[in-house]
C-alpha cells in the first residue's frame, strides 16, 4: 500500500494506491488524514467501524472517504490505521485512531467534504489499483 | 492562461465565444496579468458552466478565479427556472454561505496597541477555532430547526447580539424558504456542538486598522476613517453545510442522466430548479444559510464579549455581513427585461449599487458593502458595489479574496509556522492558533496580492474601492 497527496490549485488531491482495491482505499485514507496531520502522530488507541455501498467503485470512494470525515468530524477523532474489505459494491472497514489532540496533532485544516475532482478508481497497466480524488479543505 | 481563446471587450474584461456545448459565451473580468496567470483550467470549468441547461447571459469569472472543482472558485453563473434551469449543489461548493462579517468597534489604533496581547488572548479564549473545536451551544431537535428557519434573527432572539444587527446582514439575517426536512441527520450531528465556533484552514477573525480610504463618501457612510479599529470574521455553516453539499452532490450526480441532463464535469451535480430534488436542494442550502449567519452571529456577541472585558462599555455595530458561496433569487434586468434568476456565486461576493432596495438605507446611495478578506499578513479591503449608471456587471457580483498562490503542499514546504509566526509579530501583528503547521500553510505568501485583484474589479466596474484594511491580531483555526 502507498498514498500520497497531489497539488490542487485551491485544495487538495488524495491518493492511494496498492495490490487489492481494499489496499488502495486504504491508502487514500491515509492520505486524507496526512491532509489534517501527520498519520504517524496518531496512535491507534480506538476502533470506529464503517460500513458503506454505491453503485459504481469511484463512488464507493467517495463515500468511503466522507464517511470518514463525518466520524471524525462528529467523534473529533483522527485515525491512523485502517482495514478494508471491498466485494461487490460494498465496503467494510474498521479505522483505528483516537481523539484530536491539538497541541500533539497539530491538525491544520478540516476536511469540509469529498469532491469528483480528479475522480479515479482504476487498476493500472502494471496491475496496481490505484483510487484518488480531490477533498474540499 | 491561453489569452488567445478571449477577445478583450473591454480594459479588464475578456470573452470566450460559444463553442462546443456552451450555451452562452464566458466572460472574465481580470486584467491582461491577472488573466494570463489564471490555469487554462479556469477556461475549460466556465465552458463547462456556460454548457448547463437554463444559464442566461453568460458564465462570469471575477478577477481573483482559480481552478476549482466543478465551477472556478470566482464563478457567477445565473439560471431561469422556467427554461429548464438549474441548481448545482457543486456550483455552491461544500462550504455553503462561507462570507465575511465586519464590526465596527469605535476604537482607534492607538486604544489598539495599548491592549493588543491581552485583546488577543482573550479573543483566542473566548473563540472555538481549529479542527476538533467545539461550541457551548446543543441545540434540541426543535432548537435547531428554530435556527435553520430563522438564521441570524434566530441568534437574535436567543441573545447573541441585537436586532439593529441584522439591518446589515444580506436578507436581513434570514434567507426565506428554508427547509429544515430537507436537511439530513447526519448533517444535524455534525453541527450538534459546532454552533459559534470559527473553523480551521482559511478562516479567521481578525482586529485590523482601517489604514487607507479611497472613497471619503463610501467611507462616511460605512462609518469608517483611517485609524479606525474594525473587527473580520471570516467562516461558514460549518459541519452542517459541509455535509448538505455532500449529501446533494452525490444525490444530485447519480440523479441526473434521469433528468436528461449529461454532465461533462460530475462536479457540476444539478437537478432542475422545478424537479422535486431541486426544491429540496434549494430548502436545505438556504437552511445551511440559516445556519452560517446565526453562527456568525454567535461569533460576534463572543467577540463583544472579550472586547467588553477589555474596552469596558465598547460597542462593536456590524458594518455589514456577505455570503460568497451561495445561489439566491434575485431580480436582474437580461436584455433589457426584468427576470428571477438563481444567481450561483461561488467564491463571489454580491455587490449591489447604490439604490438597490435591499440595501439598508445608510447605506443606499453608496451601494453594497463588499468585505474582501486577505490572508494573516496582508491587507484586507473594503468596495461598495459599482453604481447601475455603469450598466449591472455580472449580476451584480464582485470578487471575494487573493484566492492561493501555492498549493497547501508547497507551502508547508516552504514557511515554518512559528517562523511565519515570529516575522508578523516583528511587524506587529499578533497570531493566535492552536496549530503552527495551519500557520504555515495559511502564511500571506502562499496567497496572491489581493491589491491587483481590488484593483481590477473596480477597473472592470464590479465594485469601487472604498479602504484598506491592515491587521494587528489574527485568530486562526
Known amino acids: 500500500m502507498h498514498w500520497e497527496t497531489f497539488e490542487h490549485e485551491a485544495d487538495v488531491g488524495v491518493r492511494g494506491t496498492g495490490g487489492t482495491l481494499a489496499e ?39 463515500d468511503w472517504l466522507n464517511a470518514l470525515v463525518f466520524a471524525m468530524a462528529t467523534r473529533h477523532m483522527l485515525f491512523s490505521r485502517f482495514e478494508v474489505t471491498v466485494a461487490e459494491g460494498r465496503l467494510a472497514a474498521r479505522a483505528w485512531g483516537e481523539a ?18 480528479e475522480l479515479r478508481v482504476a487498476r493500472q497497466a502494471d496491475g496496481a489499483w490505484l483510487a484518488q480524488c480531490v477533498v474540499d479543505v | 492562461m491561453d489569452v488567445s481563446r478571449f477577445e478583450q471587450i473591454a480594459s479588464c474584461a475578456w470573452r470566450m465565444q460559444r ?33 448547463l441547461p437554463g444559464i442566461v447571459d453568460a458564465a462570469y469569472a471575477m478577477p481573483d478565479a482559480h481552478w476549482g472543482y466543478g465551477f472556478p472558485i470566482g464563478g457567477v453563473a445565473a439560471f431561469d427556472a422556467g427554461e429548464g434551469g438549474v441548481i448545482s449543489a457543486g456550483g455552491v ?53 428554530a435556527m435553520l428557519r430563522k438564521g441570524a434573527r434566530w441568534a437574535v432572539d436567543e441573545g447573541f447580539g441585537s436586532t439593529e444587527d441584522l439591518e446589515f446582514i444580506e436578507e436581513h439575517g434570514v434567507v426565506a424558504g428554508a427547509d429544515p426536512a430537507a436537511v439530513s441527520e447526519q448533517a444535524r450531528q455534525r453541527q450538534r456542538d459546532e454552533m459559534g465556533t470559527l473553523g480551521s484552514g482559511n478562516h479567521y477573525l481578525e482586529v485590523q486598522v482601517v489604514d487607507a480610504v479611497f472613497d471619503p463618501v463610501a467611507a462616511r457612510a460605512f462609518e469608517l476613517a483611517a485609524g479606525d479599529v474594525v473587527v473580520s470574521l471570516h467562516c461558514g455553516s460549518r459541519g452542517l453545510g459541509h455535509q448538505i453539499g455532500t449529501d446533494y452532490l452525490r444525490e444530485m450526480a447519480i440523479a441526473a442522466p434521469q433528468s436528461g441532463i449529461e454532465l461533462v464535469d460530475r462536479e457540476l451535480a444539478c437537478a432542475p430548479l422545478r424537479s422535486p430534488l431541486g426544491k429540496r436542494y434549494l430548502g436545505a442550502m438556504r437552511a445551511a444559510i440559516n445556519c452560517a449567519l446565526a453562527n456568525r452571529q454567535i461569533l460576534t456577541h463572543l467577540a463583544r ?31 433589457g427585461r426584468e427576470q428571477r434568476l438563481f444567481v450561483h456565486r461561488k467564491g463571489a461576493t454580491r455587490a449591489f449599487g447604490p439604490g438597490h432596495p435591499e440595501l439598508p438605507p445608510a447605506y443606499r446611495d453608496v451601494g453594497q458593502p463588499v468585505l474582501i478578506g486577505g490572508s494573516m499578513g496582508t491587507a484586507s479591503y473594503i468596495l461598495a458595489g459599482a453604481s447601475p449608471a455603469r450598466g449591472e456587471q455580472a449580476f451584480a457580483s464582485a470578487c471575494h479574496g487573493a484566492g492561493r498562490a501555492m498549493s497547501r503542499n508547497a507551502s508547508l514546504k516552504r514557511f515554518n509556522g512559528r517562523a511565519v509566526v515570529g516575522e508578523l509579530a516583528a511587524r506587529g501583528i499578533v497570531i493566535r492558533s492552536p496549530s503552527l503547521r495551519g500557520v504555515a500553510e495559511e502564511a500571506p505568501g502562499a496567497y496572491k496580492d489581493v ?15 472604498v479602504a484598506r484594511l491592515r491587521p494587528l491580531i489574527c485568530i486562526k483555526g
Open chain 2, 451 to 465: 491589491g491587483a485583484v481590488v484593483e481590477a474589479s473596480e477597473e472592470a466596474g464590479l465594485a469601487g474601492l
Open chain 1, 100 to 117: 484530536v489532540d491539538a497541541e500533539r496533532h497539530q491538525p491544520a485544516a478540516e476536511v469540509k467534504g469529498v469532491s469528483f475532482c
Open chain 2, 305 to 335: 464579549e472579550a472586547f467588553a472585558e477589555v474596552f469596558p462599555g465598547s460597542r462593536l455595530p456590524l458594518l455589514y455581513d456577505v455570503s460568497h458561496n451561495t445561489c439566491k433569487e434575485e431580480t436582474h434586468v437580461v436584455a
Open chain 2, 19 to 51: 463553442h462546443g456545448r456552451m450555451r452562452v459565451p464566458a466572460v472574465v473580468f481580470a486584467s491582461r496579468e491577472l488573466l494570463q496567470a489564471m490555469d487554462d483550467k479556469v477556461a475549460e470549468q466556465l465552458a463547462n458552466v456556460a454548457s
Open chain 2, 93 to 145: 461548493g461544500f462550504d455553503i454561505s462561507c462570507g465575511v462579517r465586519t464590526l465596527r468597534t469605535g476604537l482607534r489604533l492607538e486604544d489598539v496597541e495599548r491592549a493588543k496581547g491581552r485583546l488577543a488572548d482573550l479573543l483566542y479564549a473566548r473563540i472555538p477555532a481549529g479542527v476538533g473545536s467545539t461550541g457551548e451551544l446543543r441545540l434540541s431537535a426543535e432548537g435547531m430547526n
Open chain 1, 24 to 62: 488502495a482505499f486504504a491508502g487514500a485514507a491515509t492520505a486524507l488524514i496526512s491532509v489534517i496531520c501527520d498519520p504517524r502522530a496518531v496512535q491507534p488507541r480506538e476502533a470506529v467501524d464503517i460500513a458503506c455501498a454505491a453503485p459504481e467503485l469511484d463512488l464507493l470512494l467517495v
